[in-house]
């Protein structure tokens, strides 16, 4: 008991020094004169909480002490959803289909579901770096930030449209993925992870700088949003031409131009799943795999890692592009502010939390990670607190992801019986 007691006091102790800051002071108004509230419970309270907790979870380990990992078949759970995956994606599908068109979406619900999807067809896209090869990438906001910004640059100066712009944002993203691919060829964990985070940090730090090209932290405003095949949405156009509402012969809504957005999100990203799925199937989905489990072994059977790694940023970033250059004809804005390490985190978190390589996984982990915060609003300063607790429940529950459980894309052939002696003589 004692060796508990003191085991939780650090924790403790930590939790209040971080609290003190962030909860315990709080500036109020001293006639004209700022000064500081200090208030000892939201500093005592959050360290007593994690005292108790950090002792019950202890006594808990010393009641059930770990036994030796025994290699065990997989989980029921796991293999119904490697069997039915295809057909609960198909379900997926059809309900987001209907989604704008139910009676009770609303346009925020529309807007949410808009942003759900950026945020999975980022996931999916890390996921090809991350989960598929195991090189950890904390710099994948600058491939995300390099679509946008091609797009921006490209309709506020040339007048290019979304869907000729596209392609473009996805090869200037996979160029930079290529340039740094090159020279990380020969890192591994902790200080691939530190390089990929000062990428990210020196693109943001150029489009700050280069205020001639990304109007440095005022950002790009005015960028076109993609038509609906030459018919803009709005209530009448001024050159003559015929608006989406006069075309289907509807009365103008704002609301169309948001489900447009949500179509063009849910093809994007349908196609990034398809893309992805198809590359797992394949030769280089499989070098992927190989080089994740073991990069000696992968040299060993004649793979080679420079081409392996450089495909798997290079099509990871293309990807990020292409969400990229969406997300800027959304919002018609963009600026610096979107694109800092935060985002990077919260994609990064989205692969790990769902599970590394698993598909479905990163649908579910971007529901709890862009739903929850959405859902806490009405809690105001204590969302970020539920949304941390959130996390650290399923890094305690599910260490391995949402769903643990990856499925192989080459199965091994069933052993053969052992040969006798004399057999294997002749």
């Excluded at 997926?92 to 704008?100: C, K, Q």
């Excluded at 979304?162 to 993925?177: E, K, R, T, Y």
């Excluded at 691939?192 to 001639?212: C, P, S, Y």
């Excluded at 990871?316 to 390490?341: H, N, W």
Aim: charged residues 10%; aromatic residues 12%; proline residues 7%.
């Amino acid at each position: 008991m004692a060796h508990t007691l003191k085991g939780a006091l650090l924790p403790a102790l930590i939790t209040a020094l971080l609290a003190l800051p962030l909860a315990g002071l709080q500036l109020q108004d001293l006639g004209g004169k700022n000064g500081l509230n200090i208030r000892p419970l939201w500093v005592i309270a959050p360290a007593l909480i994690v005292f108790i907790g950090h002792c019950l979870v202890q006594l808990l380990r010393d009641r059930n002490p770990s036994r030796p990992v025994v290699p065990r078949r997989p989980s029921r759970a796991s293999a119904f959803i490697a069997g039915v995956s295809p057909r609960l994606f198909l379900m997926i599908g059809i309900v987001a289909l209907v989604f704008p068109l139910l009676p009770f979406t609303s346009r925020y619900e529309l807007d949410l579901a808009t942003t759900f999807l950026i945020y999975v067809m980022l996931g999916w896209g890390l996921n090809i770096v991350v989960g598929m090869a195991g090189l950890l990438d904390l710099g994948y906001v600058a491939f995300y930030a390099a679509g946008a910004y091609t797009f921006g640059y490209l309709s506020v100066n040339f007048g290019v449209s979304f869907w000729l712009a596209l392609p473009l944002c996805g090869l200037v993203s996979a160029s930079l993925g290529l340039l740094l691919g090159f020279p990380v060829l020969r890192l591994r964990g902790d200080y691939l992870a530190i390089v990929t985070l000062g990428f990210g940090e020196i693109i943001r730090i150029f489009i700050i700088n280069l205020t001639d090209i990304t109007g440095g932290p005022n950002g790009i405003a005015g960028i076109s949003r993609p038509s609906f095949f030459g018919h803009p949405f709005a209530p009448a156009a001024p050159d003559g031409t015929t608006t989406f509402a006069d075309f289907f012969h509807l009365d103008f809504s704002p609301d169309h131009r948001f489900m447009w957005l949500y179509y063009i999100i849910l093809g994007l990203a349908a196609l990034t799943l398809l893309f992805t799925e198809r590359l797992r199937r394949l030769p280089i989905g499989r070098s992927w795999e190989a080089l994740r489990e073991d990069e000696t072994a992968c040299q060993a059977v004649g793979i080679n890692p420079t081409s392996v790694k450089l495909t798997a940023f290079s099509l990871g970033a293309m990807l990020g592009g292409f969400a990229g250059c969406f997300f800027a004809a959304r919002q018609g804005f963009i600026s610096p502010e979107s694109f800092t390490f935060t985002e990077s985190a919260i994609i990064l978190a989205i692969v790990v939390l769902g599970g590394m390589g698993s598909q479905l996984g990163v649908v579910l982990a971007a529901v709890v990670l862009v739903g929850l915060p959405e859902l806490g609003r009405e809690f105001a300063e204590y969302r970020m607190l539920l949304f941390g607790l959130a996390m650290v429940f399923i890094m305690i529950w599910r260490p391995q992801g949402l769903i643990a459980g990856r499925k192989p894309s080459i199965l091994a052939p069933a052993e053969s019986p052992p040969l006798h002696v004399s057999e294997s003589l002749q």
